[in-house]
């Protein structure tokens, strides 16, 4: 591979296998399942094929959220997808997402389940369907999808962009992490400066556009995140730290963060959750 400035595109791209870098194994030009596999399926109607990537939080802390409301209708089964094992190229994964990325959710409780993919997605689902978490009209909700669709379009600029180049790379290139980084210290400015005038991002009440953000931008101001805290001076965006802190206090979010993870302290993983007293007996020890 050339990452020189003298690196000239051939006429036609082609798959060279192993200038993937960290990921090269399970990164692909081409879509659909690569074996047949079936997913297992628990006794709730709501079943979750995940893992605790920032994508993936978001979605746990929202079933975390729903069942701390009261709404028993949103207890889930959260199963493991291995993605660095490629668990999500398995048949019954790509039935259900067709995209090949955690989350995937399957609502069992319907006349005929239904399938939601892509994090985004899941949340509006659920907020609609339990009545929660998203104003019910007016400038209330066009603020919080805002900020909900701002992330979706955000976080790739952030991980596949920024985190990709800064940390993963097989090697430095100046101008890709110059670009990124500019994008995400702009990023942050523009939730630093929403959070210096409201509490939460859709205003005054928590919702699912901070349930979206709080796990990649949350996170990054905490300097928990390819380990850029000092290259960014993150420590700078002082509004969005206090909502942040504030978001890691509620006791959904911190239970949230803890299913299908599988890296850090062991007394942060569960790696499966199919019950609420899984939180008292099942983290790793
Ligand atoms: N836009 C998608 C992104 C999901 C995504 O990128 N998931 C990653 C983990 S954070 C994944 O499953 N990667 C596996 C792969 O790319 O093969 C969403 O928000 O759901």
Not at 33 to 44: M, N, Y
Not at 79 to 108: H, M, T, Y
Not at 184 to 207: F, H, I
Request: proline fraction near 6%.
């Amino acid at each position: 591979m050339d990452d020189s400035s003298n690196y000239a595109p051939p006429k036609i791209w082609s798959w060279n296998k192993e200038s993937g870098g960290r990921f090269s194994s399970i990164n692909r030009p081409i879509a659909g399942a690569t074996h047949d596999k079936e997913l297992p399926v628990g006794r709730h109607p709501l079943q979750l094929y995940s893992l605790a990537t920032p994508n993936g939080v978001k979605v746990t802390v929202m079933l975390e959220e729903l069942l701390a409301l009261g709404h028993g209708g949103a207890e889930y089964d959260a199963w493991l997808i291995r993605i660095n094992d490629g668990e999500q190229f398995g048949s019954s994964f790509v039935a259900i997402n067709p995209n090949s990325k955690i989350p995937a959710l399957l609502d069992r409780g319907e006349a005929k389940p239904i399938r939601i993919f892509e994090s985004g997605a899941i949340l509006l689902y659920l907020a609609e369907k339990f009545g929660a978490f998203l104003p019910a009209g007016g400038a209330g909700r066009a603020e919080c999808l805002s900020w909900l669709f701002w992330q979706m379009g955000a976080a790739p600029f952030l991980g596949g962009g920024f985190g990709h180049f800064y940390a993963y790379a097989p090697s430095k290139i100046e101008y890709a992490i110059d670009r990124y980084a500019m994008e995400v210290k702009r990023q942050l400015d523009v939730l630093d400066r929403r959070l210096a005038e409201s509490p939460y991002l859709a205003g005054d009440d928590y919702t699912i556009a901070d349930m979206a953000v709080w796990p990649w931008y949350g996170t990054l101001a905490k300097g928990q995140l390819y380990g850029a805290g000092e290259f960014l001076q993150v420590q700078t965006y002082s509004h969005v730290l206090r909502w942040t802190d504030q978001i890691a206090q509620r006791p959904a979010v911190k239970r949230g963060r803890m299913v299908n993870r599988t890296w850090g302290q062991p007394s942060s993983q569960l790696h499966e959750r199919h019950d609420a007293s899984d939180f008292d007996t099942k983290i790793q020890r």
